[in-house]
Every structure is written in C-alpha cells, then in structure tokens.
C-alpha cells in the first residue's frame, strides 16, 4: 500500500505542473473555453484530481476537451511507442510527469460546417455531428438567448458556435465516463464534482496553492472528510 499524500504535498504537485504550464491555463490567449468541469476521486491509498475543458484553439482547428489528470499514481500511462522507441525521451516524460496525464478528444466531427482558415462557421453550414448526433445549426439570433454576444454577426466564429453547444449538450462536449476515467484507478470512487470553481491565473503566475478553492480541495483528496462543508464552501468562493 502508498501512503496517501498530505494536502501540501498535493498543493506542491499542482504548482510544479503550474510553473511548467502544464496546469489548465483558462485565460489562455489562443484557447476560447466554453465547458470546464472538475472531479476529485480517492480511495484509501491513491488520490485523483480530473479537469476536463472544452473549447477551441486556431492552433488546433477544431473543438476538443482537454482531460488533465492529477493523482498519486496515474493509470494507463502513456507507452514508449508514442516516443518512437526512444527511452530516454519516454523515461524523461515519466520523470517529468509523475503525476500528471494529458489527453484530447474531439467530441465534434471535422465536416463542411468548418469556414475560413477554421475560425468561422461556414456560411449555409446547417449542422455538426456531436459525440454521433446531429446537432442544427441554430440561426444568428438564438444564440443571445444563451447569454452569447456574437463579434460579427451575422456571422458566428467556431468558439461562439462551442459555447452554443456547450449551453445546449454540456454533457456531451465534456468526456465520456471511459475518457474521464482513463488515467484514473479502477478502484478509486468519485467524491465531489464541481461545474463552478474559482481558478488560479496561471498567466499571471498565480499557483494553486495560494487558491482557497484548491487549499479546500486539497484538504478533501487527503482526509475525504468534511466533504458537504467544503464543497459548500468551494462554490460560494466560485460564485462571488
């Protein structure tokens, strides 16, 4: 058996990956967010902390859901066959990363709605195939209705279109249970999940150990106790 982490030791794993941005960056210039979700999981010797985030990237082209992943001991780590059979480049990942897994996926399929150079949605483009389903594209003035101001309209960029979706089928542009748990042990159950949290700035190199949001967490991935409290705490702080 592993000895479970201290909240500090937790605190300082998240802070190592914060400085080398390799923390969820939400006020990333390039990156338009439209979903986040985040989970803790525990069981009596391992810990997990899941951040999913959809929303689109122009480096990218097309809307994914980035899964990070914080535990004591992550599953299903990466092979060496993603290194092209290079050990030391796979062992340097390892040691670089011995608690942190990244993952995408593209819950939208790439297709004709796509416009120029990927930042537009097409213009005659009537719908987008979301996790297999067809989704109507919906006219210019529907999107206000969601709380979405569109730039230029009459014509909608890809991530007004992402945060259509995700006010529409939030559970599908976030990860699937098998996507969500991929990197997390079997025997590990989930603990609390939040919709809302107050994130650190990580662009302005602020860690998560000077976020109470994150203190909080913490403290629930080392003890799993006070669970209501915290949580109740940790969206009040979210929602100020």
Not at 38 to 47: E, I, K, T, V
Not at 87 to 112: C, T
Not at 142 to 150: N, R, S
Request: charged share 25%; glycine share 6%.
């Amino acid at each position: 058996m592993s000895q479970p982490h201290t909240a500090a030791e937790i605190l300082a794993i998240l802070d190592t990956a914060a400085a080398g941005y390799k923390f969820p960056m939400l006020d990333n210039g390039y990156w338009y967010p439209a979903a986040t979700r985040l989970r803790l999981f525990r069981s009596p010797d391992d810990w997990g902390l899941v951040i999913e985030v959809f929303g689109y990237s122009v480096r990218v082209g097309l809307p994914d859901t980035a899964i990070y992943t914080f535990a004591s001991r992550p599953a299903c780590r990466r092979t060496i066959a993603r290194y092209g059979g290079n050990q030391a480049a796979f062992d340097r990942y390892l040691a670089d990363n011995p608690h942190r897994e990244l993952r995408f996926v593209s819950p939208i399929v790439k297709g004709d709605w796509q416009g120029d150079n990927y930042t537009w949605v097409a213009g005659g483009a009537t719908a987008v195939i979301l996790r297999g389903e067809r989704i109507p594209l919906p006219p210019p003035d529907e999107y206000p209705k969601h709380g979405i101001k569109l730039k230029d309209p009459p014509r909608v960029r890809v991530y007004e279109l992402c945060r259509y979706l995700a006010a529409i089928r939030r559970d599908a542009v976030l990860a699937t249970h098998r996507e969500l748990r991929l990197n997390i042990r079997s025997w590990m159950h989930q603990i609390l999940q939040l919709e809302e949290w107050r994130h650190p700035d990580i662009a302005d190199d602020k860690r998560p150990s000077a976020s109470k949001t994150f203190q909080q967490l913490a403290r629930v991935l080392e003890t799993e106790s006070s669970i209501i409290g915290v949580s109740a705490h940790i969206m009040a702080v979210a929602t100020r």
